[in-house]
Nanobody, 124 residues
């Protein structure tokens, strides 16, 4: 059974940085993808960035390219999201997800394992 635990959320001023971590356990197949999604109040959940474990290919939403960087630490089974130049519109609950997608990486119902979420609030 896949388990995901997020950490690292918090409150930051616009222009600041945060690092989110997702500790994954129970993933036994390397064709899994680990992704970060976010959901702001009143909005649909959207894909932020993802990594394909088999080859390390990284996907990112246009809205975060150049600001957010996804990386993984194989020894710690952790995927981290470094978020720089944060904007108020980045405020959301951020979720780590794992699964095997077939249509596209940023479709949330392609993922069958989810973390509990961590709040990121960016003040203006």
């Amino acid at each position: 059974q896949v388990q995901l635990v997020e950490s690292g959320g918090g409150l930051v001023q616009a222009g600041g940085s945060l690092n989110l971590s997702c500790a994954a356990s129970g993933i036994t197949k390397d064709y899994y993808t680990i992704a970060w999604f976010r959901q702001a109040p009143g909005k649909e959940r959207e894909g932020v960035s993802a990594i394909l474990l088999s080859d390390g290919h990284i996907y990112s939403a246009d809205s975060v390219k150049g600001r957010f960087t996804l990386s993984r630490d194989n020894a710690k089974n952790t995927v981290s999201l470094q978020m720089n130049s944060l904007k108020p519109e980045d405020t959301a609950v951020y979720y780590c997800a794992a699964g095997v997608w077939h249509r596209d990486w940023d479709i949330d119902d392609e993922y069958d394992s989810w973390g509990q979420g961590t709040q990121v609030t960016v003040s203006s």
